[in-house]
């Protein structure tokens, strides 16, 4: 990959709001945006932008971000893929690595730290400092979205694989996700 500013850049997100948001962003950074829901409509957007680096969510409808970066890699090699995900892990980071990303961030990343992100040289640190360690209330709520993913979203195999009663954990997936 050259060393010029990355500035085509493929955004593949299932949260509409967050994806407009952050494509209005880089645009305002000058960056040319384009965007899909899924990872089945990923292609086809990045055949019309031929992106220099693609943003992907983790979690996605139907296939996964892993999946969308596969298809995308092969047929663009030298294509940067940044993993986005609110789920973050270690073992996550890894297989995203491991499969070609570029590199990982957890949600919620901005436009300045994705194109950080972007162009910075592979295990190189994208901020002087580490973030903060999440708070307890954060981990917990990100092994209850785990757990829930690892159960297709069924409430009541994921309160007995957590040791809850199911009407517990319907209160604590009403919260919105803890700050840090």
């Known amino acids: 990959m050259s060393t010029l500013p990355i500035q085509r850049i493929l955004l593949v997100d299932d949260e509409p709001v967050y994806l407009e948001r952050l494509a209005r962003a880089l645009r305002s950074r000058g960056?040319?945006?384009?965007?899909?829901?899924?990872?089945?409509?990923?292609?086809?957007?990045?055949?019309?932008?031929?992106?220099?680096?693609?943003?992907?969510?983790?979690?996605?409808?139907?296939?996964?971000?892993?999946?969308?970066?596969?298809?995308?890699?092969?047929?663009w090699p030298e294509l940067r893929v940044l993993i986005l995900t609110g789920y973050g892990s270690i073992a996550t980071a890894m297989e995203a690595v491991r499969q070609g990303a570029w590199d990982y961030l957890t949600k919620p990343a901005d436009a300045d730290q994705i194109l950080a992100a972007l162009h910075k040289t592979p295990g190189a640190a994208v901020t002087p400092s580490d973030p903060p360690p999440p708070s307890l209330e954060r981990l917990e709520w990100e092994h209850i979205q785990r757990v829930l993913a690892d159960h297709s979203g069924n409430i009541s195999q994921t309160a007995s694989a957590l040791g809850l009663h199911r009407r517990s954990l319907q209160r604590k997936l009403q919260k919105f996700p803890p700050a840090g």
Not at 42 to 70: F, I, M, T, W, Y
């Open 31 to 75: 960056c040319t945006v384009a965007t899909a829901e899924s990872a089945e409509a990923a292609p086809a957007a990045a055949q019309e932008l031929n992106p220099q680096a693609a943003v992907l969510d983790l979690k996605l409808p139907g296939a996964s971000g892993l999946h969308c970066l596969r298809e995308l890699r092969a047929v």
